[in-house]
């Protein structure tokens, strides 16, 4: 692309961006107005016009994914090579810093990336160490606790607990898990952010390395930045004047992790002479979502104010669904994909979007059975399996025997025979000797504390470990995963297990070494990190994050949080019920729910042709039924951009509830010999209608809206229902 096709392509106040002199910009500007677009054609620009190298640029997006495209989009618009220029999430570029300055970072060569799984793990040990009742003390708690004050840049140290019990012993548990994971040389994700901004803070001479050769710095969602994030930032390239950032704060939705709309305010007073440029035409949604999106943002306050326009048509409404129940909504929303594939268009260009991962289990049924392919991004993901976080153990440990975290899933994993009280006697020596798990294990053995049976298995373990690293240590990447993988034991131990889980796992764990087969090392990190090094930490970010890889075009399933900077042409938000979204936390809190309505815009904004919105009547949660009422935000979009969805055979409800009356369609369940819709009577609670039938023989059950008192599920035998 020559430089007027790259400014060809762009309207004027998005011009004014690409081929603004060299000064530090904020971007700001709502969904789909091209701020991504803009920052990739800006990086084009620097290089084409002024001639700025790859190597002094850095950009930061909020996703791996988002990192991958911006590189190739780059690549494709410079036709070149943009070898030298960093891309990457801020996890990601502290994790290379960290990586390359190790020894100034005072971590050990082969530190590892601690995932959150593992590290709720890790917290569970130290909780239980330290004789707390977990009861009152949820390890969730201080992970969270421990997660919140390193995104704040603090240490334990830092925190004056001296006259808050409760505060006292947060710090007690964030300083022992941090002394365990230094001692282990593991890094959570927070961590990553903390020492890196620490290790220029530490050392003078790197960071103004890092100043001069980073002489241009591009941000994309700035808006959800935190603290640290933020400091890192202004560290690197306050001086610098070639700052630009893009954000929107109508999207900040990771303020429940410390992310702060505020950066905003503070870079435009950190940042000398920073000129604020907003992008007002929206390229990618029809007037009817657009128009409907800004009228719900419009309830929040404190907004930084910005308007959206479109040229494009005012397209279909937003169809709203009220389904009876969960599956009702499932079905109807695998009915309604089917119909997009039946109109020769792609699945690939479809999304179904939810509040939390817990939701996508019925959505996966119902396309299951409508044989539509999908694809989940986030839920359990590869690298999160429980059988890849098996083998991942052994190569950790293999490549790094002070790993407890690893030590601790596999010690026993096949079974070997160690149990808790061997384990209970490693533990406490390594406490008290202050040393890792195996540095324990070695100690007690050479001075033999160990007895009997205990001594025996755990030497076999650490000759097992030992002997896996010796006869694997010179083979390729996915040789050596291959090795681990069949003689660890794991394999035999998973084909036992037989039946189509036993065989998925197994399929997995060759996905595995297929995986490490088409890994490619960073090659500025190459010196640095050995593969399996590069290999495990790789996977411990992407554990982190929703991606999924493509070979088949398939439905999309994420949660809004996921769905962040992307599009597509056809869009569901399922669940929309007061206490589901806006959930039920955030119903008594404003600025909470504030932030759930700018979930729902994040959410509204990615469809480009068409939206629906679905919630159910009743629903199915944590094993209760529960009624909730349509979500406010239903309510707050504009009628003449809304229509509620009639099926066809439709009849109506007796009694309907809220705004968005329901309708229904005939069906004969099974042999019942009842009706979707029909009128029934029963002796106690009088008279209602047949909505949902499930189960078989002794044990179907019926659901039925009765007019006094409401829904209910009923047991057919018992009910003695009579039709009217
Ligand atoms: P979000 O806030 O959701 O991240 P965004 O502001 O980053 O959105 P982009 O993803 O960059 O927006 O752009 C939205 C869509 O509009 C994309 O498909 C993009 O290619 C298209 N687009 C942006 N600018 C133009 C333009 N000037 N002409 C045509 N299409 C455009
Ligand atoms: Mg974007």
């Not at 994050?545 to 398939?554: F, G, L, R, V």
């Not at 959410?603 to 944590?622: D, F, V």
Request: glycine share 6%.
């Amino acid at each position: 692309m020559d430089v007027s096709e790259l400014l060809d392509s762009l309207n004027d106040k998005q011009r004014d961006v690409v081929a603004a002199p060299l000064q530090n910009m904020l971007v700001l500007a709502g969904a789909g107005s091209g701020k991504t677009r803009v920052l990739v054609q800006r990086i084009a620009w620097l290089m084409k016009v002024e001639q700025v190298s790859a190597h002094s640029i850095l950009a930061v997006t909020f996703t791996n994914k988002a990192a991958a495209e911006m590189r190739a989009r780059v690549e494709q618009t410079v036709a070149g090579n943009v070898h030298g220029m960093w891309v990457g999430t801020f996890h990601g570029l502290a994790h290379r810093l960290l990586r390359m300055h190790f020894q100034e970072a005072k971590l050990p060569q082969s530190f590892q990336v601690l995932d959150s799984d593992d590290q709720l793990r890790m917290i569970k040990r130290i909780v239980r160490s330290l004789e707390l009742d977990e009861k009152r003390w949820p390890a969730k708690q201080f992970l969270w606790y421990i997660n919140g004050k390193k995104d704040e840049g603090l240490r334990p140290q830092h925190i004056d607990s001296q006259y808050d019990v409760t505060e006292e012993t947060f710090v007690k548990v964030y300083r022992v898990y941090q002394d365990t994971c230094d001692r282990a040389g593991l890094v959570d994700f927070a961590e990553l952010l903390l020492r890196a901004h620490e290790l220029w803070l530490n050392n003078p001479a790197l960071l103004a390395h890092y100043q001069q050769r980073f002489a241009h710095v591009l941000v994309d969602e700035f808006q959800d930045t935190n603290a640290i994030q933020y400091a890192w930032l202004n560290l690197l390239a306050q001086k610098n004047g070639n700052v630009m950032i893009v954000g929107d704060d109508d999207q900040s939705i990771y303020g429940w992790r410390g992310a702060k709309i505020e950066n905003i305010q503070r870079f435009l007073a950190d940042f000398d002479g920073a000129k604020t440029i907003k992008l007002e035409q929206n390229y990618r949604s029809t007037a009817n979502i657009l128009n409907a999106a800004n009228q719900l943002i419009g309830n929040n306050n404190n907004r930084l104010g910005k308007d959206l326009w479109t040229q494009g048509d005012a397209g279909e409404k937003i169809s709203i669904y009220t389904a009876f129940n969960e599956i009702d909504e499932a079905r109807f929303i695998a009915g309604r994909i089917a119909q997009w594939q039946q109109d020769k268009r792609a699945l690939d260009q479809v999304a179904i979007l939810y509040r939390s991962n817990a939701q996508s289990r019925l959505m996966e049924e119902a396309l299951i059975q409508a044989q539509l392919p999908y694809r989940i991004y986030g839920g359990v993901r590869f690298f999160e399996r429980q059988e890849i976080k098996d083998a991942l153990a052994y190569l950790r440990l293999i490549n790094n025997r002070d790993d407890d975290a690893a030590f601790e899933r596999i010690i026993n994993t096949p079974a070997r025979g160690i149990g808790n009280q061997t384990l209970s006697l490693v533990r406490d020596a390594a406490r008290s000797l202050q040393c890792t798990l195996w540095q324990a294990c070695q100690h007690m053995m050479q001075n033999q504390q160990l007895k009997g049976r205990s001594a025996k298995v755990i030497q076999q373990f650490v000759h097992v470990i030992e002997r896996l690293e010796d006869d694997s240590s010179h083979l390729d990447l996915d040789q050596q995963a291959n090795y681990v993988i069949q003689h660890s034991g794991l394999k035999a131990m998973y084909q036992a297990e037989k039946g189509e889980r036993a065989e998925a796992r197994i399929e997995n764990l060759n996905e595995l070494v297929t995986a490490c087969q088409t890994f490619e090392v960073d090659p500025e990190l190459a010196e640095e990190q050995s593969p399996l090094t590069a290999f495990l930490t790789h996977a411990a970010l992407e554990s982190g994050e929703s991606q999924a890889d493509d070979y088949e075009p398939a439905v999309q399933l994420m949660t809004m949080h996921s769905a962040k900077g992307l599009e597509f042409p056809l869009v569901f938000i399922a669940g929309l019920e007061e206490g589901m979204f806006p959930s039920q936390q955030s119903v008594e809190d404003i600025s909470r729910l504030e932030e759930e309505r700018r979930l729902c815009y994040v959410g509204m904004t990615r469809a480009m042709e068409k939206l629906y919105l679905c919630h159910a009547e009743s629903r199915r949660l944590y094993g209760q039924e529960k009624f909730h009422k349509a979500s406010r935000f239903l309510r707050e979009l504009p009628a003449e951009c809304v229509e509620e969805v009639r099926l066809q055979n439709q009849v109506s409800r007796p009694k309907t509830k809220g705004k968005f009356s329901s309708t229904i369609t005939l069906e004969t369940f099974g042999d019942s010999g009842f009706k979707l819709g029909q009128n029934v009577r029963h002796k106690k609670f009088g008279d209602g209608v047949v909505l949902n039938y499930e189960g078989s023989g002794p044990q179907s059950r019926i659901q039925v809206n009765f007019a006094d008192v409401g829904c209910k599920w009923l047991v057919v035998s018992f009910a003695n229902l009579e039709s009217i």
